[in-house]
């Protein structure tokens, strides 16, 4: 799993690939600490390219919404896969998160 940022239109965007599991929530979840850090008011977590996430990989998703509303920041996520989009429909965390089926969406929410 490999987290890229970019800024697009003023706005901190995190693009994950391939894989956020147990073996993978680690490091993701340092990334993720640092990202938060570093990342402004708004946060879009593009996950167009993860092929997979697993409870382990909701919890990072969660945590660091959390970090950001502690000091009333934004996070909103775009482009799930069909089965990253069912893991967080299952797990009710599309009711939590704010999901978008796309970047640009995303972005105009804030």
Do not use: W
Not at 26 to 36: P, Q, R, T
Not at 66 to 79: G, H, V
Not at 92 to 107: C, M, Q, R
Request: with cysteine; proline share 1%; net charge negative.
């Amino acid at each position: 799993m490999k987290i890229f940022t970019r800024i697009e239109n003023g706005v901190f965007v995190a693009e994950f690939t391939g894989k956020l599991d147990t073996s993978t929530s680690g490091d993701a979840y340092d990334k993720m600490v640092n990202i938060a850090k570093e990342c402004g008011s708004k946060l879009v977590l593009n996950l167009e390219k993860l092929e997979y996430m697993s409870r382990a990989g909701l919890s990072i998703l969660l945590m660091t919404s959390k970090l950001l509303q502690a000091s009333s920041r934004q996070m909103k996520i775009c482009n799930p896969n069909d089965s990253v989009k069912e893991v967080l429909e299952f797990s009710e965390f599309n009711s939590l998160l704010h999901v978008y089926d796309n970047e640009t969406d995303a972005i105009a929410a804030f």
